[in-house]
Protein backbone atom coordinates (compact mmCIF):
# COMPACT_ATOMS: atom_id res chain seq x y z
CA UNK A 1 0.00 0.00 0.00
CA UNK A 2 1.08 3.26 -0.95
CA UNK A 3 2.73 5.68 2.18
CA UNK A 4 3.28 9.14 2.60
CA UNK A 5 4.50 10.26 5.72
CA UNK A 6 5.31 14.52 6.45
CA UNK A 7 7.67 16.15 9.35
CA UNK A 8 7.45 17.42 11.39
CA UNK A 9 3.66 17.62 11.95
CA UNK A 10 3.65 21.86 12.81
CA UNK A 11 7.14 23.53 12.39
CA UNK A 12 6.94 27.48 13.74
CA UNK A 13 10.02 30.27 12.09
CA UNK A 14 10.61 33.28 12.82
CA UNK A 15 10.40 35.63 9.97
CA UNK A 16 13.64 35.07 7.83
CA UNK A 17 14.23 32.33 8.97
CA UNK A 18 15.01 29.19 6.45
CA UNK A 19 14.12 25.49 7.07
CA UNK A 20 13.03 22.31 5.45
CA UNK A 21 9.78 20.39 5.32
CA UNK A 22 10.09 16.65 4.59
CA UNK A 23 8.09 14.23 2.73
CA UNK A 24 8.73 10.63 3.11
CA UNK A 25 7.12 8.20 0.33
CA UNK A 26 7.09 4.56 0.13
CA UNK A 27 4.98 4.25 -3.43
CA UNK A 28 4.99 1.57 -6.42
CA UNK A 29 5.92 2.97 -9.47
CA UNK A 30 6.34 6.41 -8.94
CA UNK A 31 4.78 8.53 -11.72
CA UNK A 32 4.58 12.03 -9.51
CA UNK A 33 4.84 13.69 -6.47
CA UNK A 34 3.05 16.69 -5.52
CA UNK A 35 3.25 19.58 -2.89
CA UNK A 36 0.34 21.71 -2.32
CA UNK A 37 -1.11 24.54 -0.26
CA UNK A 38 -3.53 24.24 2.02
CA UNK A 39 -5.40 27.83 4.31
CA UNK A 40 -7.71 27.30 6.70
CA UNK A 41 -11.31 26.17 5.59
CA UNK A 42 -10.24 26.31 1.65
CA UNK A 43 -9.24 23.43 -0.87
CA UNK A 44 -5.42 22.76 -1.46
CA UNK A 45 -3.63 25.28 -3.98
CA UNK A 46 -1.07 23.41 -6.08
CA UNK A 47 2.63 24.24 -5.37
CA UNK A 48 4.45 21.73 -7.53
CA UNK A 49 5.07 18.64 -9.34
CA UNK A 50 8.25 16.42 -9.12
CA UNK A 51 8.53 12.96 -11.74
CA UNK A 52 11.99 11.66 -11.28
CA UNK A 53 14.53 12.08 -8.74
CA UNK A 54 17.23 14.71 -9.20
CA UNK A 55 14.74 16.99 -10.30
CA UNK A 56 14.15 20.52 -8.65
CA UNK A 57 11.84 23.24 -9.07
CA UNK A 58 11.58 26.79 -7.69
CA UNK A 59 8.67 29.37 -6.98
CA UNK A 60 9.30 32.86 -4.99
CA UNK A 61 10.74 31.46 -1.90
CA UNK A 62 9.73 27.96 -2.40
CA UNK A 63 11.95 25.30 -3.43
CA UNK A 64 10.86 21.52 -3.97
CA UNK A 65 13.26 18.70 -4.48
CA UNK A 66 13.07 14.92 -4.76
CA UNK A 67 15.37 12.13 -4.38
CA UNK A 68 14.19 8.19 -4.65
CA UNK A 69 12.80 8.40 -1.31
CA UNK A 70 11.90 11.56 -0.17
CA UNK A 71 11.13 15.44 -1.39
CA UNK A 72 11.72 18.47 0.42
CA UNK A 73 10.30 21.74 0.47
CA UNK A 74 12.54 24.34 1.39
CA UNK A 75 11.75 27.90 2.62
CA UNK A 76 14.35 30.59 2.18
CA UNK A 77 13.40 34.06 4.25
CA UNK A 78 9.46 32.90 5.27
CA UNK A 79 7.22 35.85 5.42
CA UNK A 80 4.45 35.65 7.84
CA UNK A 81 1.87 35.43 4.65
CA UNK A 82 3.94 31.91 3.94
CA UNK A 83 2.36 30.38 7.35
CA UNK A 84 -0.37 27.60 5.68
CA UNK A 85 -0.33 23.78 6.05
CA UNK A 86 1.81 22.21 3.29
CA UNK A 87 0.48 18.75 2.08
CA UNK A 88 2.71 16.38 -0.06
CA UNK A 89 1.47 13.59 -2.26
CA UNK A 90 2.48 10.69 -4.16
CA UNK A 91 0.62 8.94 -7.31
CA UNK A 92 2.12 5.99 -8.45
CA UNK A 93 0.62 2.69 -10.28
CA UNK A 94 -2.78 3.87 -10.06
CA UNK A 95 -3.95 7.85 -10.84
CA UNK A 96 -5.09 8.26 -7.07
CA UNK A 97 -3.01 10.68 -5.19
CA UNK A 98 -1.97 9.39 -1.20
CA UNK A 99 -1.49 12.23 0.64
CA UNK A 100 0.63 13.17 3.71
CA UNK A 101 -1.31 14.67 6.95
CA UNK A 102 0.49 18.07 6.46
CA UNK A 103 3.06 20.09 7.84
CA UNK A 104 1.53 23.53 9.69
CA UNK A 105 3.87 26.40 9.00
CA UNK A 106 3.73 29.24 11.25
CA UNK A 107 5.92 32.44 10.43
CA UNK A 108 5.78 35.11 13.30
CA UNK A 109 7.14 38.83 12.23
CA UNK B 1 -10.08 30.95 -16.56
CA UNK B 2 -12.40 29.29 -13.59
CA UNK B 3 -10.89 26.56 -11.61
CA UNK B 4 -13.02 23.63 -10.07
CA UNK B 5 -16.31 24.75 -8.20
CA UNK B 6 -18.37 23.31 -5.86
CA UNK B 7 -21.79 23.81 -4.52
CA UNK B 8 -22.94 24.11 -1.34
CA UNK B 9 -19.70 25.70 0.25
CA UNK B 10 -21.17 24.28 3.49
CA UNK B 11 -24.39 21.60 4.43
CA UNK B 12 -25.48 21.07 7.71
CA UNK B 13 -28.25 17.61 7.52
CA UNK B 14 -29.46 15.81 10.18
CA UNK B 15 -28.42 12.20 11.23
CA UNK B 16 -30.27 9.87 8.10
CA UNK B 17 -30.90 13.28 5.45
CA UNK B 18 -29.84 12.10 1.96
CA UNK B 19 -27.07 14.63 0.53
CA UNK B 20 -25.73 16.08 -2.50
CA UNK B 21 -22.80 17.89 -3.67
CA UNK B 22 -22.16 19.24 -7.02
CA UNK B 23 -18.76 19.56 -8.60
CA UNK B 24 -17.82 21.81 -12.14
CA UNK B 25 -13.71 20.82 -13.17
CA UNK B 26 -12.10 23.14 -15.16
CA UNK B 27 -13.47 22.65 -18.85
CA UNK B 28 -10.89 20.64 -20.98
CA UNK B 29 -10.12 18.42 -18.15
CA UNK B 30 -10.99 14.80 -18.41
CA UNK B 31 -9.95 13.44 -15.08
CA UNK B 32 -12.32 14.08 -11.79
CA UNK B 33 -11.71 12.86 -8.81
CA UNK B 34 -13.58 12.95 -5.15
CA UNK B 35 -11.69 13.43 -1.67
CA UNK B 36 -12.97 13.39 1.70
CA UNK B 37 -10.16 15.40 4.32
CA UNK B 38 -11.23 15.33 8.38
CA UNK B 39 -9.60 17.53 10.73
CA UNK B 40 -5.83 17.00 11.30
CA UNK B 41 -5.44 14.69 8.17
CA UNK B 42 -4.62 15.10 4.51
CA UNK B 43 -6.97 14.23 1.57
CA UNK B 44 -8.20 10.68 1.24
CA UNK B 45 -9.29 9.53 -2.18
CA UNK B 46 -12.69 7.93 -2.89
CA UNK B 47 -13.18 7.92 -6.54
CA UNK B 48 -12.47 9.08 -10.13
CA UNK B 49 -13.84 9.57 -13.58
CA UNK B 50 -12.30 9.69 -16.92
CA UNK B 51 -14.66 11.62 -19.29
CA UNK B 52 -17.87 9.82 -18.05
CA UNK B 53 -16.85 6.58 -16.48
CA UNK B 54 -16.05 5.68 -13.13
CA UNK B 55 -12.82 4.08 -13.10
CA UNK B 56 -11.86 3.17 -9.44
CA UNK B 57 -13.75 3.63 -6.12
CA UNK B 58 -11.64 3.30 -2.74
CA UNK B 59 -13.14 1.17 0.13
CA UNK B 60 -13.72 4.04 1.76
CA UNK B 61 -16.89 4.63 -0.15
CA UNK B 62 -19.49 2.70 1.33
CA UNK B 63 -22.74 2.05 -0.89
CA UNK B 64 -24.44 4.80 0.89
CA UNK B 65 -22.14 6.79 -1.40
CA UNK B 66 -22.67 7.67 -5.31
CA UNK B 67 -20.92 9.44 -7.48
CA UNK B 68 -22.20 10.14 -11.05
CA UNK B 69 -20.36 12.24 -14.13
CA UNK B 70 -23.53 12.57 -16.70
CA UNK B 71 -21.53 13.25 -20.61
CA UNK B 72 -18.56 13.55 -18.69
CA UNK B 73 -18.68 17.42 -17.61
CA UNK B 74 -19.91 17.93 -13.93
CA UNK B 75 -20.07 15.29 -11.28
CA UNK B 76 -22.45 14.52 -8.20
CA UNK B 77 -21.99 12.98 -4.79
CA UNK B 78 -24.86 11.66 -3.11
CA UNK B 79 -24.74 10.34 0.58
CA UNK B 80 -27.92 8.35 1.62
CA UNK B 81 -28.50 8.35 5.76
CA UNK B 82 -25.85 10.40 6.81
CA UNK B 83 -23.91 9.69 10.03
CA UNK B 84 -22.18 11.99 11.86
CA UNK B 85 -19.01 10.14 11.17
CA UNK B 86 -19.42 11.55 7.16
CA UNK B 87 -18.92 15.04 8.63
CA UNK B 88 -15.74 16.22 6.78
CA UNK B 89 -14.49 18.20 4.08
CA UNK B 90 -15.45 16.84 0.73
CA UNK B 91 -12.83 17.88 -1.96
CA UNK B 92 -13.31 17.69 -5.88
CA UNK B 93 -10.13 18.28 -8.25
CA UNK B 94 -9.69 17.60 -12.27
CA UNK B 95 -6.92 16.84 -14.19
CA UNK B 96 -5.94 16.57 -17.79
CA UNK B 97 -4.85 12.81 -18.40
CA UNK B 98 -2.11 13.83 -21.48
CA UNK B 99 1.33 12.49 -20.57
CA UNK B 100 1.76 8.53 -20.93
CA UNK B 101 3.60 7.29 -17.79
CA UNK B 102 3.39 10.70 -15.88
CA UNK B 103 1.22 11.28 -13.30
CA UNK B 104 -2.17 14.53 -13.54
CA UNK B 105 -1.57 17.48 -11.64
CA UNK B 106 -4.61 17.61 -10.05
CA UNK B 107 -6.08 21.16 -9.39
CA UNK B 108 -8.48 21.20 -6.19
CA UNK B 109 -11.89 23.37 -5.37
CA UNK B 110 -12.83 25.35 -3.02
CA UNK B 111 -14.52 21.97 -0.82
CA UNK B 112 -17.67 21.34 0.76
CA UNK B 113 -18.08 21.45 4.17
CA UNK B 114 -20.39 19.06 5.36
CA UNK B 115 -21.92 18.59 9.18
CA UNK B 116 -24.15 15.96 10.67
CA UNK B 117 -26.08 16.71 13.55
Known amino acids: EDQVTQSPEALRLQEGESSSLNCSYT??????LFWYRQDPGKGPEFLFT???AGEEKEKERLKATLTKKESFLHITAPKPEDSATYLC??????????FGKGITLSVRP | DTGVSQDPRHKITKRGQNVTFRCDPISEHNRLYWYRQTLGQGPEFLTY????????KSRLLSDRFSAERPKGSFSTLEIQRTEQGDSAMYLC???????????????FGPGTRLTVL
Open chain 1, 89 to 98: AATGANSKLT
Open chain 2, 49 to 56: FQNEAQLE
Open chain 2, 93 to 107: ASSFSSMAGAGDTQY
Open chain 1, 27 to 32: VSGLRG
Open chain 1, 50 to 52: LYS
